[in-house]
């Protein structure tokens, strides 16, 4: 394809995009969504064995650092911040890559778990630690003739 015809391409899929926000098609996203592959790994990641450095106290905010085998790799510590208000844990902040890209990660509801501040849905903890959940759908039905 042609540097034009890029371009042309480009600039007719941003002002169809800006059409559809702007007769309400679509919507941004105010609030932002934990999904069960992130609390999967937020509760493994809280009944793992991780040293927790406990706040700095504030008047609005409490800061919570994580030190992860600093030995085995570098820059592993990650500040995370949740407000003092335990409604508004989604607007915790950490300074992991991970939250930089997504903007919330395992720390972040991780913390919120440990404090307290929400329970985990039961479907991330039937995945055993150290194991990944696997893609698609989880089946909501046990497999027959098994005894559980």
């Given at each position: 394809m042609s540097l034009?015809?890029?371009?042309?391409?480009?600039?007719?899929?941003?002002?169809?995009?800006s059409k559809?926000?702007?007769?309400?098609?679509k919507q941004f996203?105010?609030?932002?969504?934990?999904?069960?592959?992130?609390?999967?790994?937020a509760y493994q990641w809280t009944t793992s064995n991780r040293s927790i450095l406990w706040p700095e106290l504030d008047?609005?905010?409490?800061?919570?650092y994580s030190f992860d085998q600093y030995k085995i790799k570098?820059?592993?510590v990650w500040c995370v911040?949740?407000?003092?208000?335990?409604?508004?844990?989604?607007?915790?902040?950490c300074d992991c890559p991970v939250f930089f890209k997504k903007f919330m990660c395992k720390h972040v509801v991780g913390m919120a778990i440990r404090l307290n501040y929400c329970r985990p849905p039961p479907?991330?903890?039937?995945?055993?630690?150290?194991?990944?959940?696997?893609?698609?759908r989880p089946s909501k039905a046990k497999k027959a003739l098994l005894i559980q």
């Open positions: 034009w015809r890029f371009k042309v391409l480009t600039l007719e899929i941003v002002e169809k995009w559809s926000y702007e007769r309400g098609l996203s105010k609030k932002q969504t934990v999904t069960l592959d992130l609390w999967t790994n008047d609005t905010i409490e800061y919570y570098a820059f592993n911040t949740l407000p003092v208000d335990k409604l508004r844990w989604l607007n915790g902040l479907a991330a903890k039937d995945i055993p630690p150290d194991e990944k959940r696997r893609r698609g």
